[in-house]
């Protein structure tokens, strides 16, 4: 069992569709980043948040960090075939420095 | 803008063999990690340095070594590959500790037969 469990898995949507994606834990993290995968390449960090309740956006994308700071969801609107890759959401215990990811969602927008 | 660069890019080991991994940023990062991706089980910290001169295990440091040669470098060594070791192998670098962005290389695609 992972400390960090994203659902779904795998997503497949059509272009103009909204889809979320969750990362949930029983601990408690004191940050949680989520970062999108392209294949071939290293994850790239898309946010960061820190405050229970906490909600950022960028641009079509709405990432919710709980209010308790164990879970996050990341909210797509309208998604677009450059959308397609693999979301982790990955995870920062107060207690230590080390990050935890999750398994990761691999989401795909067809044209 | 290099970044975090790794080789080689793709290996192919039999079973019982060494290699070592290379990674290396131009950032001035102080600290740098080793991170392996499976199907479904995202990425598992192998092992992390802090700052220079300082190495410790991540989650799965079973049958790699590491070394920091500087600041700049960050090594990771499978002494004797087993297939298990199949996976892709990721570096990363971070300014330090805290709540920070890290900043991965393109990977490794290691496999052993």
């Known amino acids: 069992t992972q400390l960090l469990e994203q659902s779904p898995q795998f997503l497949s949507i059509q272009e103009g569709e909204n889809l979320t994606v969750y990362c949930n834990s029983s601990s408690v993290f004191s940050s949680l980043q989520w970062y999108r995968q392209e294949p071939g390449e290293g994850p790239v960090l898309l946010v960061t948040v820190v405050t229970g309740g906490e909600v950022k956006k960028l641009k079509r994308l709405t990432f919710q960090f709980g209010d308790a700071r164990k879970d996050s969801s990341l909210h797509i609107t309208a998604a677009q075939p450059g959308d397609t890759g693999l979301y982790l959401c990955a995870g920062r215990k107060a207690a230590g420095n080390k990050l935890t990811f999750g398994g990761g969602t691999r989401v795909l927008v067809k044209p | 803008n290099a970044g975090v660069t790794q080789t080689p890019k793709f290996q192919v080991l039999k079973t019982g063999q060494s290699m070592t991994l290379q990674c290396a940023q131009d950032?001035?990062?102080?600290?740098m990690y080793w991170y392996r991706q499976d199907p479904g089980m995202g990425l598992r910290l192998i092992y992390y340095?802090?700052?220079?001169?300082?190495?410790d295990k991540g989650e799965v440091p079973n049958g790699y070594n590491v070394s920091r040669l500087n600041k700049r470098e960050f090594s990771l060594r499978l002494e004797s590959a087993a297939p298990s070791q199949t996976s892709v192998y990721f570096c990363?670098?971070?300014?330090?500790?805290?709540?920070?962005?890290?900043?991965f290389g393109s990977g490794t695609q290691l496999s052993v037969l």
């Open positions: 990363a670098s971070s300014q330090g500790q805290g709540v920070e962005k890290l900043f």
């Open positions: 950032m001035n990062h102080n600290s």
């Open positions: 340095s802090a700052s220079e001169g300082t190495t």
